[in-house]
């Protein structure tokens, strides 16, 4: 008896493990973890590698307690940036990058990565990795643009339309499409230096995403970028990182490539000026009409999954002091994400900050300062759910917790069943 009790607590291990290693997976056009489908409430966590960091900027007991605090929360699901270019000496920039140069990898920040993804690993969560940027805040199009020789700066936006035009040249300069292709080569090969697992193997890393927000997509690119990702990661997925219709004339074209797995969109009610703070009572509950609309239009794409990737609005009356009323935005959150779970799609919110904060409400980023949810190019404290925002973590949490308590009930309960039929043959087969 005893020799089959032990047999039985091994394979509750061995299977808890292999459960717990799945990769995500699409069936039947939706998300699937083990075979159910895969709902979750996730955030954007940007600069995890640069906390993850043992050099400047890092600070890994601050991000092993986010972590924790993400993982009560049932957010098990984070939006990453996978590359950062360019000289650490541009303006409204991640600093440090990944790449200072073409080919030239600061190995901090490379570890910082190594060190999250490990961590998160831990907790059972998982990784979009954001390889590339249509804006300038991380280096991205721009700056493959100037290493390449298109351009000897980048014309930093203040005039978006402009600079849209601009980092779309990206496509068309093969120089520039190499350099990334290279970075690509070198991140996917990487072997994660905290648990030896070489990045394609890592169940961790839910997806392989092209860029955030690329605009002006050139398909043929889309096509050729995704099939040498998926040909390097066939057991991961790969996906656009595109806003929708609000930046493109064809949703189902820029995901129509056979190695696209899931379509992405983002929601910005106040980047779009359809929401303005300042008057709140008239604009918003046009904006929630207007999300609402946004998000129906594009869950009705049923080619392949949806994940709506980024939404965010700021705290009342525009107010970016950590400690300002966010009246409206736990009613917008509590909305989104009822949404979300009607139409069961995925859903990551923009953004987390956790225990960072501003150095000023509105600041420009300078390094040295907290990582929080807003970008360095972004007024600090515009959109960052922090730590001690009780009444929004608590909507969050109430939707998350479900969609994580889903997918640890199937998992408990197939491994139960399994366990079942393993006690029963060997009862009677003896």
């Known amino acids: ?5 032990t047999i039985f607590f091994v394979f509750c291990i061995r299977f808890t493990q292999q459960a717990t290693s799945s990769f995500i997976s699409v069936q039947n056009r939706r998300l699937t973890l083990n075979g159910q489908d895969y709902l979750y409430v996730g955030t954007n966590f940007w600069y995890g590698a640069n906390l993850g960091s043992t ?10 307690r986010e972590l924790d605090h993400l993982h009560s929360l049932g957010v098990d699901n984070l939006r990453i940036q996978a590359g950062s270019e360019g000289p650490n000496t541009e303006p409204w920039r991640i600093v440090p990058s990944m790449q200072p140069e073409p080919g030239r990898y600061d190995e901090d920040v490379l570890e910082g990565l190594d060190f999250l993804l490990y961590e998160m690993g831990q907790r059972n969560m998982r990784a979009v990795m954001c390889l590339n940027n249509f804006w300038h805040w991380s280096g991205g199009y721009a700056q493959y643009i100037v290493w390449a020789g298109g351009a000897s700066s980048i014309p930093y936006p203040g005039d978006y339309a402009a600079f849209e035009l601009f980092s779309a040249r990206f496509y068309e300069l093969p120089a ?3 350099l990334f292709n290279n970075h690509i080569q070198f991140i996917m090969k990487r072997t994660n230096k905290y648990n030896n697992l070489p ?3 890592d169940s961790t890393i839910m997806s392989w995403e092209l860029a955030n927000e690329p605009r002006r997509l050139n398909l043929s690119w889309v096509n050729a970028t995704a099939c040498s990702i998926k040909q390097l990661a066939p057991k991961q997925l790969v996906t656009t990182g595109v806003e929708g219709s609000i930046s493109s004339n064809n949703f189902s074209n820029d995901h129509a490539s056979p190695c696209i797995d899931y379509a992405t969109f983002h929601l910005w009610v106040q980047n779009w000026n359809i929401y303005d703070p300042k008057n709140a009572s008239d604009t918003f509950p046009p904006a929630l009409e207007f999300a609402r609309k946004y998000i129906e239009y594009h869950v009705a794409y049923k080619e392949k999954p949806v994940v709506l990737e980024e939404f965010g609005i700021s705290r009342d009356n525009d107010d970016h002091s950590a400690t300002a009323p966010i009246t409206i935005r736990d009613k917008y959150y509590q909305a989104i994400f009822q949404w979300a779970r009607d139409y069961r799609i995925p859903v990551n919110f923009w953004a987390y900050g956790g225990e960072g904060r501003p150095r000023l409400p509105r600041a420009n980023w300078t390094q040295g300062d907290d990582f929080i949810g807003d970008p360095p190019h972004e007024p600090q404290g515009w959109y960052s759910v922090y730590d001690t925002d009780e009444s ?3 909507i969050i949490h109430s939707f998350a917790s479900v969609s994580s308590a889903s997918v640890t009930k199937t998992s408990l309960g197939f491994s139960i069943l399994l ?3 393993f006690l029963h043959n060997l009862y009677y087969l003896g």
Do not use: D, S
């Open 1 to 5: 008896m005893m020799f089959y009790i």
């Open 55 to 64: 050099g400047p900027g890092g600070n890994r007991t601050r991000l092993l």
């Open 176 to 178: 520039a499409v190499q």
């Open 199 to 201: 990045y394609v193997e």
């Open 392 to 394: 929004t973590l608590e």
């Open 419 to 421: 366990l079942y039929n």
